[in-house]
């Protein structure tokens, strides 16, 4: 049975869309790129969707003015990785983790290797990000074989700064916290979160972490995030 997407999902539809635009962008034509423009060609119309008429336009309206806090302050940015898919096998896992990576950066400071990931959200839901820390953590310490210096959650509709700092001391705690949400796969199926699917659909493109999504595998689960 298809899932019902809901105000959140459309809002990060569209979100992710700009971002993605936006760095897509020579960083000289960044002042001038047009956030609105963007996403009025993103925005949903499903305003049945939404609790209101009023609150739909209210959430246009804030994520307008996040995204242009956001995206202005960090304009120069030059991302290494933009809205790409990557794929790993984590042998201490026994899966193979798919992420689909938003941003990732040099940092200003360190080694030329050091880098960080930043990701953009509608839903501040603790245990979503939570689940994409720790995900995030164990994926790029086996795909890129070095942890990343920060892990950066940007919310748009409130401006909250989620920042963490993965070290090999606390990669052992995201390998046993993806531990325990692999060994849950199957009862989290029915839950709300719908991290579990047993299909591909458009709905994934709507997800927002675009998306969580368990599938499997001759010798392993897939965990695309």
Excluded at 92 to 119: A, C, F, N, W
Aim: glycine share 2%.
């Amino acid at each position: 049975m298809k899932t019902e997407v809901n105000w959140m999902q459309l809002s990060q539809l569209a979100v992710s869309h700009v971002v993605n635009a936006f760095y897509s962008t020579p960083e000289m034509e960044r002042p001038w790129f047009s956030i609105p423009a963007t996403l009025e060609r993103w925005w949903t119309n499903k305003i049945s969707k939404f609790e209101s008429e009023e609150h739909y336009w209210s959430i246009k309206q804030r994520l307008l003015d996040g995204l242009h806090l956001l995206l202005m302050e960090n304009k120069s940015d030059s991302p290494l990785i933009l809205f790409e898919q990557h794929q790993v096998f984590v042998q201490e896992l026994q899966v193979e983790l798919m992420h689909i990576l938003q941003l990732v950066l040099r940092t200003e400071d360190g080694e030329p290797s050091d880098y960080m990931v930043r990701k953009y959200i509608v839903d501040e839901d603790e245990d979503m990000i939570a689940l994409f820390q720790h995900l995030t953590t164990v994926f790029c310490a086996s795909a890129f074989g070095r942890l990343p210096m920060q892990i950066e959650v940007l919310s748009v509709l409130s401006g909250n700064r989620l920042v963490t700092n993965p070290s090999s001391e606390s990669l052992q705690g995201s390998i046993d916290y993806m531990k325990l949400v692999t060994s849950l796969m199957p009862e989290v199926a029915s839950e709300p979160m719908q991290i579990r699917k047993t299909q591909g659909s458009a709905e994934c493109r709507r997800c927002p972490f675009l998306e969580e999504c368990i599938r499997p595998a001759e010798t392993a689960e897939a965990v695309m995030m």
